[in-house]
């Protein structure tokens, strides 16, 4: 089954980083893929750029309404996420434990709702 594992962390904290900092941390995310990868769980990942960069798109009345920024002020904000697929729910949630965001943020795994044949 695949799961999306949405990070979410407080993008100062990052940003408030030092180098001596930012590197361990960075390559802790690559060996995290990697360890997906070598489980044949990886699918997908990336990173998002800041909300500074975010548009809003909502359709009231039939009109394109968009706004710059986020639409709801957090204490944390999305910044990647990994489709993984796990065998299960067990293994998803062992997989978003060892995500280095998780330490400071949070990791919501949601399981991806399947329409018809995957290939």
């Known amino acids: 089954m695949r799961y999306l594992l949405m990070i979410y962390t407080d993008e ?6 030092k180098p001596e900092e930012m590197g ?7 060996v995290f893929t990697k360890a997906t990868q070598d489980r044949k769980a990886y699918q997908a ?9 975010a548009t809003s798109v909502r359709v ?3 009109k394109t309404v968009t706004t710059d920024g986020p639409f709801a002020e957090t204490k ?10 796990c065998k299960d729910l067990d293994e998803a949630i062992e997989f978003a434990a060892m995500i280095p965001g998780a330490k400071h943020g949070t990791i ?4 991806i709702m399947e329409f018809g044949e995957q290939a």
């Open 108 to 111: 919501d795994v949601r399981p």
């Open 24 to 30: 361990p941390y960075m390559e802790a995310y690559n």
């Open 76 to 85: 944390e904000q999305l910044g990647g996420f990994y489709l993984l697929n």
């Open 45 to 53: 990942g990336e990173a998002l750029q800041s909300i500074a960069t």
């Open 12 to 17: 100062q904290v990052e940003a408030n980083m």
């Open 60 to 62: 009231r009345d039939g």
